[in-house]
Every structure is written in C-alpha cells, then in structure tokens.
C-alpha cells in the first residue's frame, strides 16, 4: 500500500474574520472545490504523498441562544462547551 499522508487544521476563528478567511481560501483554488498545488499559501503540490487536505468552516448560529441560556458573554459561553 503507498504511504499517504494529510493535513488537519482545527482553529478558532477571531470575531469578523470569517468574511476575510473564505476570501483567503478562494485564492488556494484553481475552481471551486480544487486546489491549485502550486499556491503560495499551502503549496500542496510540494507535500510528499498527500492523500488528501481539506479546509472547512463550521459557523455555529446557535451560539447567542446558547450564551442566553448561561447568562454568559458569547466568548464565555463558547469556552465552557465541552
């Protein structure tokens, strides 16, 4: 079997700067859902036997609902989940 390798990132994204991630992650793209290896960001391309990379952002609207049940700021709130 060859050897395959990938890459996870799992990040916290600041307030207001999700607008200007997804901008970011379009210039990684050669068409929608295809990566240009060659980027200057995350060169895929140059990574030896990558399988697979995938950069996904999950936006939770629930999140002030939850804050309003806890009688915790947002930031607070979100700190205390599990």
Same mark, same amino acid.
Not at 51 to 74: K, Y
């Given at each position: 079997?060859?050897? &395959?390798?990938?890459? !996870?990132? #799992?990040? &916290? @994204?600041? +307030?207001?700067? !999700?607008? %200007? $991630?997804?901008?970011l $992650?379009?210039?990684? =793209? @050669? #068409?929608?859902? &295809?990566?240009? /290896?060659?980027? %200057? !960001?995350? %060169?895929?391309g &140059? @990574?030896?036997? *990558?399988?697979?990379?995938?950069? !996904? *952002? $999950?936006e939770? /609207?629930? *999140? /002030?609902?939850?804050?309003?049940? =806890? +009688?915790?700021?947002?930031?607070?709130?979100?700190?205390?989940? %599990?």
């Amino acid at each position: 079997m060859p050897r &395959q390798s990938l890459i !996870i990132v #799992a990040a &916290q @994204i600041g +307030d207001g700067a !999700i607008e %200007p $991630l997804k901008a970011l $992650l379009e210039t990684m =793209t @050669i #068409a929608p859902g &295809q990566a240009d /290896p060659a980027n %200057p !960001i995350v %060169p895929f391309g &140059q @990574i030896e036997h *990558l399988h697979f990379a995938r950069f !996904i *952002l $999950l936006e939770d /609207p629930s *999140l /002030p609902d939850r804050a309003s049940i =806890t +009688d915790l700021p947002v930031k607070e709130a979100m700190r205390s989940l %599990p």
